[in-house]
């Protein structure tokens, strides 16, 4: 089963495409990427350039479904409106491409992943690099994120 997995941003989106062997079990990490919207763009602009993005990689990866990291509650009402903005764009962007969508907590990531719900980002990220193998490479927070969550909707649906 293949996945594409999504940590929700509008300057910066996390995408990971992951696949679990159905008889070994194995969870293999295909690709993954940070990708960056430019800040001087409008904010359609820049909608529109994530979902042709998502399209894209739907296209070429060919995920048969989507795990998505829920919103949480932010104290800038402005960024935690664009941020469910763009949710909605994902949503919708993964839904045309055919995907069956599950969402998951950060809590439930963090639980699944970090192996209890106050896991600190350091943590999910070692226990990420730890689950899976991952290629050499610099990577940005918000990538390792697509990718617990990954590792989040293999945790929970055995397929």
């Known amino acids: 089963m293949r996945i594409l997995s999504i940590d929700p941003g509008y300057e910066r989106?996390?995408?990971?495409?992951?696949?679990?062997?159905?008889?070994?079990?194995?969870?293999?990490?295909?690709?993954?990427?940070?990708?960056?919207?430019?800040?001087?763009?409008?904010?359609?602009?820049?909608?529109?350039?994530?979902?042709?993005?998502?399209?894209?990689?739907?296209?070429?990866?060919?995920?048969?479904?989507?795990?998505?990291e829920n919103l949480f509650l932010s104290n800038n009402q402005k960024t935690a409106m664009r941020v469910a903005e763009t949710r909605g764009a994902l949503l919708l962007t993964a839904m045309q491409g055919g995907l069956e969508v599950h969402e998951f907590t950060p809590l439930q990531i963090k639980t699944a992943v970090?192996?209890?719900?106050?896991?600190?980002?350091?943590?999910?990220?070692?226990?990420?690099?730890?689950?899976?193998?991952?290629?050499?490479?610099?990577?940005?927070?918000?990538?390792?994120d697509a990718i617990a969550c990954g590792l989040t909707f293999f945790a929970y649906y055995r397929p």
Do not use: N
């Open 114 to 144: 970090g192996g209890h719900g106050k896991a600190d980002k350091k943590s999910v990220i070692d226990m990420t690099q730890k689950l899976i193998q991952i290629p050499a490479g610099k990577r940005l927070d918000d990538e390792y």
């Open 13 to 68: 989106l996390g995408l990971a495409i992951l696949e679990k062997d159905r008889k070994t079990g194995k969870e293999t990490w295909i690709y993954s990427e940070t990708f960056k919207t430019p800040s001087v763009d409008e904010f359609v602009d820049r909608l529109h350039a994530i979902g042709t993005h998502v399209a894209q990689i739907i296209d070429i990866y060919k995920p048969e479904k989507c795990a998505i």
